[in-house]
């Protein structure tokens, strides 16, 4: 089955910087990926998206960046601020079974 | 988006006994709802698949006697922790996607903080 590895566990910036989180699937069939912020105690919440036929997408300060033939996926966040801090879980999922594997997340600490 | 409500947001059980956990989708029908165990700091763990009007399909290693899945309704999954015991305490959560064919985002329950003492 599909495996996705995130990392790193544990990101902490300075506001105003960037952030990049990093996440490799092992399915050459995965064709969506999308990205969910949890905060503290509360439930995931998808924040962007990507699918296999885009390379890269972007939404204000968040952007996704797919390489598939590497079968690498990228969040990036720019001007962080500290209402970013969360855990940030990447997925992917399968076309056909469009069950979404996650990674194991990365605690995101934006410092004011 | 999309509405998914789970109940009760936290239970607190004897060991031994049975707790149920619902997860309803309260603006769309979701032919298809996933349950997932998370433990601290830790990543979703995708326990079962709930069709509706099927049975669950589950994830190796689960023990489908253990936690039993019902999809009675295209709006309602229940997940059951048969006999809890302490080793069962964890934050339960659901999930539900719109439409079958094609992968699109997922929209969580709040999620249900299980303690069995």
């Known amino acids: 089955g599909e495996n996705v590895e995130q990392h790193p566990s544990t990101l902490s910036v300075q506001e105003g910087d960037s952030a990049v989180i990093k996440c490799t699937y092992s399915?050459?069939?995965?064709?969506?990926f999308p990205w969910y912020k949890q905060e503290l105690g509360k439930r995931p919440q998808l924040i962007i998206d990507?699918?296999?036929?885009?390379g890269e997408k972007k939404d204000q300060r968040i952007a996704v960046t797919l390489n598939k033939t590497a079968k690498h996926f990228s969040l990036h966040i720019t001007e962080t601020q500290p209402e970013d801090s969360a855990v940030y879980f990447c997925?992917?999922?399968?076309?056909?079974?469009?069950?979404?594997?996650f990674g194991r997340g990365t605690s995101l600490i934006v410092h004011p | 988006g999309a509405v998914v409500s789970q109940h009760p947001s936290w239970v607190i059980c004897k060991s031994g006994t049975s707790v149920k956990i619902e997860c309803r989708s309260l603006?769309?029908?979701?032919?298809?709802m996933f349950w997932y165990r998370q433990f601290p700091k830790q990543s979703l763990m995708l326990m079962a698949t709930?069709?509706?009007?099927?049975?669950?399909?589950?994830e190796q290693g689960v023990e489908k006697d253990k936690f039993l899945i019902n999809h009675a309704s295209l709006t309602l999954s229940t997940l059951t922790v048969t006999s809890a015991h302490p080793e069962d305490s964890s934050f339960y959560i659901c999930?539900?996607?719109?439409?079958?064919?094609?992968?699109?985002?997922?929209?969580f329950g709040q999620g249900t903080r299980l303690t069995v003492v």
């Open positions: 603006d769309f029908q979701a032919t298809t």
């Open positions: 997925a992917a999922s399968v076309g056909g079974s469009y069950i979404p594997t």
């Open positions: 709930s069709n509706e009007g099927s049975k669950a399909t589950y």
């Open positions: 399915d050459s069939a995965s064709n969506y």
């Open positions: 990507i699918r296999s036929n885009v």
């Open positions: 999930s539900a996607r719109i439409g079958v064919s094609m992968n699109t985002e997922a929209f």
